[in-house]
């Protein structure tokens, strides 16, 4: 049985120490140097401040020796054992054959301090929000945990006849793909299109806004048309301008930073993703993990081709439940039509298929939305109008109020009509043998390809109107990570449901 | 398949949640206009706020009081050797199939009012998502879950046979 390394408690030691100084600072800053602030008063009290957070200090050093103290692990010749927690004490036991990945995080101050955060997750359902092994050890000590354990598992998968393949899909270890400086110059890129385009939009719409308000109200501090149209037009290019070069740099760290040298590698039956600068990301799972691949394109990602690939993989990038990495991404940038060739490469029995159906209708993907919203607007316009004028508000007041209300449904309504279209223009499946492609969304496309034995349930949505058309709705229901375990294929023919239900394992 | 409705007094107890619903938005929107009405405000605005809070609890009302009759008329469930199916929704109506290999734990749930009827919720847990049938009677909960528990059992021995 071993114990966590000690440079937890050190790294641990040194990141409270600083947060107990920032506390000290942040409190002195408002006992001193605060406006409304009587100094004399927080001379005195200052003393006692610096007490208390010293206290703090001292106990959570406590807290971190008793966490290193009492964590451990071991490695049995069937399962690894681990524990860990203070509080609320966390026993795992897992079979290596059940192991579903293996992640390593190692950032700056983990370097520094030569540690590293092994998680092992087995992929049950009841857990995926957190990984179920977490082991803290010297660098060196977890890449040879990782290869150690990554040998057991396939023994222990051998044994027990788990594995799906007969033979071992990569032989060598090889490099698959790599996330090139030119490909993350063009995400910043889009990404500045997209900001800029969106800022832009929201300057006029705002711009309109204010100029209906001011032409009924005649708002005269706002000046004359000319001086009222230059002001908004500056403020609004300044405002692109600003969000743009944000963007820009936001996007560069988050591409050239975060996926710094994103690599992903095969080797034997697994798959290993490596990337980060100042965070450093190791994920292995094995092949016959993957519950499902998804190609996903946001608005600006499908005008110009471009799209993301995720996976999902219960445990992948799940970490101690802080998941500030996109979950699962395999191919974080990529061009659409590249996915299929990428795919092949990585994952060859993940290839999508083409559509076999489209959506049959379009009144469907507007006409509820259309009914409720247009309905609950005007109820509620009409009340607001009614109260208003109970009130006694004057009726140029009451008519702007009705126009910008108006404005509002009128653009949302636009918004709708224009996903629609594009959800109209998507939606479809694709089912083969023991394969299904679905594609989804609107303004977002998502593909998603999966194993019909990944298939849980069949969920078909319909109305009375829609049951009579012989149209219905999808909902398939995947074994992955409870946040994505849904798929959505809208207005698609009902008699479809029974060759989908026909997939299902029964 | 032959799908079962619920029980008599499955629409009972809907009626009665809809009752205690129905008596809080009413005392919430009465709660409301009195305020107004004690701290001496003008008459107009009383008026505006008894307007404000009248409709939207009427429309309110309305809905929470027709829902369980229909929701009641809808509500339709099965179950075979293979899968169990849920049909549910008023104007969206969802049709659920459930295989029974695919069932990772079974779930029974009862709150106060549902233990006065003898009524449970059972919750059918898969690898991907859980789902309920809702409302049965708790002997009627029990049988299916014993039930559930032998297919699933007996589905997993067959699957084993069919892959030696």
Known sequence: MKRFDKGYVYLSALTDFFGCLILTFAIASHLL?????????????????????????????IYRVIYYKTSYYEMTDTEIKCGRGVLFRKKSV???????????????????????????????????????MLIIEKAAVVDSLIRELNELKQSGERESGETAKSE???????????????????????????????????????????????????????????????????????AVLILTVLSFIGSIIYSFVGYHNFVIEKCKN?????????????????????????????????????????????????????????????????????????????????????????????????SWFMLIFISVSGIILSLTVVIL?????????????????????VVVCAIKMISAILAYKTNGIAACEDKITTYSGGFTK?????????????????????QKAGITSFVLHLKTNEMSNEVKIHIQKDKNTEKIEKMLAL | MELKKLDKSVLKMWYIQAVIISLIVILAAAGTIVSVAISNAPGNILTAVSLGCGV?????????????????????WGCDDTRIIV??????????????????????????????????????????????????????????????????????????????
Request: with cysteine; proline share 3%; glycine share 4%.
């Open chain 1, 33 to 61: 140097f605060d406006e409304n602030a009587d100094p004399q008063k927080g001379k005195l009290v200052m003393p006692y401040v610096i007490a208390a957070v010293c206290l703090l200090y001292v106990c959570l050093v």
């Open chain 1, 94 to 132: 897992l079979d290596y054959k059940r192991i579903h990945a293996i992640n390593k995080k190692q950032d700056l101050l983990h370097r520094i301090f030569g540690i590293a955060i092994l998680t092992i997750d087995s992929g049950s359902a009841n857990t995926s929000h957190q990984a179920e």
């Open chain 1, 168 to 238: 071992e899909l990569f032989t060598d270890r090889d490099v698959l793909y790599k996330y090139t400086s030119k490909k993350k110059m063009l995400y910043a890129l889009i990404n500045i299109i997209y900001t800029a385009l969106i800022t832009a939009i929201i300057g006029i719409l705002v711009i309109t806004v204010i100029g209906v308000l001011k032409s009924e109200l005649q708002l005269k501090e706002l000046g004359t048309w000319g001086q009222y149209f230059t002001v908004a037009l500056l403020i609004t290019v300044a």
């Open chain 1, 270 to 366: 697994d798959i290993q993703i490596s990337f980060g600068l100042l965070e450093r990301h190791t994920n292995t799972f094995s092949y016959d993990r993957i519950k499902a691949v998804k190609i996903h394109q946001n608005l600006m990602q499908r005008i110009f081709g471009f799209a993301t690939i995720r996976l999902e993989v219960i445990g992948y990038t799940n970490e101690t439940g802080n998941n500030n990495v996109e979950i699962g991404v395999l191919i974080p940038f990529c061009k659409y039509e590249e996915a299929g060739i990428i795919l092949s490469k990585v994952l060859p029995d993940y290839i999508p298929d083409k559509k076999q159906t489209k959506s049959v209708a379009f009144f469907p993907f507007v």
């Open chain 1, 389 to 409: 004028s109970i009130l006694n508000v004057t009726s140029i007041a009451i008519i702007a109020v009705l126009l910008a209300a108006l404005g509002v449904v």
């Open chain 1, 446 to 466: 998502t593909v998603t390809i999966f194993k019909s034995k990944n298939l849980v349930t069949v969920e078909s949505i319909t109305t009375p109107l829609r």
């Open chain 2, 56 to 76: 939207p609890c009427i429309i309110l009302l309305c809905f929470i009081l027709i829902m369980p009759a229909l929701r009641y008329k809808m509500y339709a």
């Open chain 2, 87 to 164: 049909k549910q929704g008023v104007i969206f109506r969802e049709r659920v199939v459930i295989p029974v290999c695919q069932i990772q734990d079974l779930h029974r749930k009862q709150g106060p009012l549902m233990m006065m009827f003898k009524l449970s919720d059972v919750t059918i847990s898969t690898a991907g998502s859980n789902f309920d049938i809702s409302t049965l009677t708790t002997a009627e909960a029990d049988r299916l879950i014993e039930e559930l528990e032998q297919k699933l059992e007996a589905r997993i021995e067959a699957q084993k046979n069919e892959k030696i």
